[in-house]
T-cell receptor, first 110, second 113 residues
Framework: QQPVQSPQAVILREGEDAVINCSSS?????VHWYRQKHGEAPVFLMI?????EQKGHEKISASFNEKKQQSSLYLTASQLSYSGTYFC???????????FGQGTELSVKP | NAGVTQTPKFQVLKTGQSMTLQCAQD?????MYWYRQDPGMGLRLIYY???????DKGEVPNGYNVSRLNKREFSLRLESAAPSQTSVYFC????????????FGQGTRLTVV
């Protein structure tokens, strides 16, 4: 079952902050975050693992609430280059299938 | 270092025609995936292969078949294309051990008329 992302779309001015949420109805082992520019393939940003281990991107952070099966991606002081569609992907066991949410379209304006 | 390579990049089919989308990775990854992407629907998993010789259905497998030919290659076949299969198709691979990132191919844009 697809995880649910919110919001579906957000428009920011440069320098503003944004939060994108991802929730699952099943217990998660890991949450992945990817960004996709128009016409391109998704590109990896970050993985959050059950138990708190985090890997990631130096300018973007994320959290993983295991009790609520939710993850949030935090983009601070947004730049024009942050524009794109953000996807969360969820896995229910180590090395298991990766199921993606419907995406959040982020537009950063000058 | 090619990563994940998909062929073709673009294809137009007539309803009822068949075709195979090819995917190959050179990273010695165990897991491979096929997704389709439609506006507002995100990336939906069609089929998944955890290792050579194994395949498993994803969220939207109807109308598709797959073959994990060897560790490198994972093909997706449309036996009788329908307009509802018009989409962008992405192949991806992961090492399959531990929680590691997925690497995506550049996609195949398929139109069925």
């Amino acid at each position: 079952q697809q995880p649910v992302q919110s919001p579906q779309a957000v428009i920011l001015r440069e320098g503003e902050d944004a939060v994108i949420n991802c929730s699952s109805s099943k217990a998660l082992y890991s949450v992945h975050w990817y960004r996709q520019k128009h016409g391109e393939a998704p590109v990896f940003l970050m993985i959050l693992l059950k138990g708190g281990e985090q890997k990631g991107h130096e300018k973007i952070s994320a959290s993983f609430n295991e009790k609520k099966q939710q993850s949030s991606l935090y983009l601070t002081a947004s730049q024009l280059s942050y524009s794109g569609t953000y996807f969360c992907g969820t896995a229910y066991n180590q090395g298991g299938k990766l199921i993606f949410g419907q995406g959040t379209e982020l537009s950063v304006k000058p | 270092n090619a990563g994940v390579t998909q062929t073709p990049k673009f294809q137009v089919l007539k309803t009822g025609q068949s075709m195979t989308l090819q995917c190959a990775q050179d990273m010695n990854h165990n897991s491979m995936y096929w997704y389709r992407q439609d506006p507002g629907m995100g990336l939906r998993l069609i089929y998944y292969s955890a290792s050579e010789g194994t395949t498993d259905k994803g969220e939207v497998p109807n109308g598709y078949n797959v073959s994990r030919l060897n560790k490198r290659e994972f093909s997706l076949r449309l036996e009788s294309a329908a307009p509802s299969q018009t989409s962008v198709y992405f192949c991806a691979s992961r090492p399959g051990q531990g929680s590691t990132e997925a690497f995506f191919g550049q996609g195949t844009r398929l139109t069925v008329v």
